[in-house]
Each structure stands twice: as C-alpha cells, then as structure tokens.
C-alpha cells in the first residue's frame, strides 16, 4: 500500500498548513483504495469536522470504528 501511505502523508502536510480541502480529498483517496485503512476514515473524519461538514464526519467515523 505504498501509494496509499504516500498519499496519506501528502494529506497529513497538506492538513498541517491549513490545506483542508485538499487533505479531505487526499484522504478520500486513501480510503477509496483501501477501505480497511482506520487511519484513514480517522484523518477524513478529524479534517471533515475541521471545516464544518460534520454529517460526512461522523459517517467516516462510523465506518473506521467498523474496521
């Protein structure tokens, strides 16, 4: 899953600088290709609370604590 893991560290950077448009896709992306991957629907849902699309993160919530 080394794509995987390269785009979830582009999102962590992107999430860092304030980018969090950016890193909600990114880690979209991640979860897309690996639908067990907790970090990611964890990352999704903290950047999707960020900016205020809470029903989206509670859905990604609920999908990484059925991981």
């Known amino acids: 899953m080394a794509m995987r893991d390269e785009?979830?560290?582009?999102?962590n950077g992107d999430l860092a600088i304030g980018e969090l448009e950016s890193a909600v896709a990114k880690y979209q992306?991640?979860?897309?290709?690996?639908?067990?991957f907790f970090d990611g629907w964890h990352a999704l849902g903290m950047a999707l609370m960020k900016i205020g699309r809470f029903n989206e993160a509670?859905?990604?919530?609920?999908?990484?604590?059925s991981r």
């Open 7 to 11: 785009i979830f560290d582009d999102a």
């Open 29 to 36: 992306r991640c979860v897309d290709l690996d639908p067990n």
């Open 58 to 65: 509670i859905e990604a919530g609920k999908k990484s604590g």
